[in-house]
Every structure is written in C-alpha cells, then in structure tokens.
C-alpha cells in the first residue's frame, strides 16, 4: 500500500525575537524556557541556530534563506518547547516511537522528497531545519501520527479542536515558563504568542500513514 506522510503534520514552531540570558527575570538565568522544570539553556538555543546558519550559508540561496528566517532564534525555540509538549502528551498516552519506526518515516520521506538532498533542502527553506535536525522532524511526525491514532482523532474540525484541547492539557501541566524577551508560551493554542503559523495543518486519514503499533 502506498504510505503517506505529512511533513507538515505539526508545521506550527514559528516566530521572533532576540537571543537572551535569563528567563522569567532573574529566576533562571541562562535559561530561554523553562518545561516541566528542565531548562533549555540559550546556548542550546544558540547552538541549533547557528546549525541551521552555517546550513543557509553553504546554499546557493543563502542571502534569500537568512532573509526568510530572521525569526530563526524564537522558530527554534518553539519547536524546542513543542517537542516537549508532544514527549509529555506521548508519555500519557503509552506512545513510543521505535527505531524502525522512524527509519521507516525518514525513508518515506526522502522518497517523497525526491532523495535525501532534495529532502534537507525543503526542510532547510520551508521549515528552518538543518540536516542534522531532521530526526528531530521525524520523530515528532511519528509521535504525532500516534498520538492522533491512539486518541481516534480524524481530520476534521472536531478532531483538531480534540489533539489541541489535549496539547493545551499537556501545555499547561509543564507549567512553562519563556525569557519574556521571546514572549509568552499560550497553553491554549500551544505555542509562543506571537506565533501565527498553526502547529497543526492536516492529519492524514489513511492508517498506513500511522506507524505500526500505534
């Protein structure tokens, strides 16, 4: 059966602001954001912008690439603090995700992609991942395609408002906590603020998009 996948499965990591020392004030300092009680320190931060930099220098396009994602350091920052969210909504739900599982995902993905290079650079341009954040891509598809199967959930608008009301659940218990220069992180719709992408665009309806086992 042909397996599809969606690349854009939880596309919504996206916005503005400066780099920053402390967080919260004074409380954490070093931190960006504070999740669960873990830090993300701004040189983790720091270290995935600079990847995803050197990645849009090497590019014909670099100068067009760094323009587009001048809003890199919060982008990173909330697919950081999102793919926490998703490990806690995954961890209450029973849901893993196997080796094979993701080699299984990325190797569909490059298939659809046109190769692993042209896959890198869609990634690269339309999402601000570099080559070596792409696991990182997979794995949450993976986690999100059985979250979203775990929980019944279809695409349609009941079941988005279901995944978002139990993200927005998990968002809230990890108490979370962004440097203010980045903004604020909104439990409701499960991202920073001053983010307008969506973190959900479409959930495939065919189960051979879901990985076994969910």
């Not at 400066?18 to 300092?29: I, N, R, S």
């Not at 070093?30 to 669960?36: F, L």
């Not at 323009?67 to 909330?78: E, S």
């Not at 950081?80 to 990325?106: P, S, W, Y």
Request: hydrophobic fraction near 40%; charged fraction near 25%.
């Amino acid at each position: 059966m042909h397996r599809r996948t969606a690349l854009t499965v939880s596309a919504a990591l996206l916005a503005a602001g400066p780099l920053l020392t402390a967080c919260g004030g004074d409380a954490h300092p070093g931190a960006a954001a504070v999740v669960g009680g873990e830090r993300i320190d701004v040189s983790t931060l720091q270290a995935q912008v600079e990847d995803v930099r050197a990645a849009q220098e090497r590019s014909p396009q670099a100068a067009q690439l760094v323009q587009a994602t001048g809003d890199l350091p919060r982008r990173k920052l909330n697919g950081m603090i999102f793919d926490r969210v998703v490990d806690k909504v995954a961890a209450d739900n029973g849901v893993t995700a196997t080796r094979a599982e993701l080699q299984q995902t990325r190797t569909a993905f490059v298939r659809e992609s046109g190769g692993e290079e042209r896959l890198a650079s869609v990634l690269l341009q339309e999402q601000g991942v570099a080559p070596g954040q792409i696991e990182d891509v997979v794995r949450r598809n993976v986690l999100m395609n059985k979250i979203a199967a775990k929980l019944g959930v279809t695409d349609s608008p009941e079941g988005q408002k279901k995944l978002t009301d139990v993200f927005s659940a998990a968002s809230k218990s990890l108490a979370i906590d962004v440097n203010p220069r980045y903004g604020a992180w909104d439990d409701a719709q499960v991202r920073l603020a001053d983010s307008t992408e969506p973190w959900l665009r479409q959930l495939s309806q065919d189960p051979a998009a879901v990985p076994a086992g969910a």
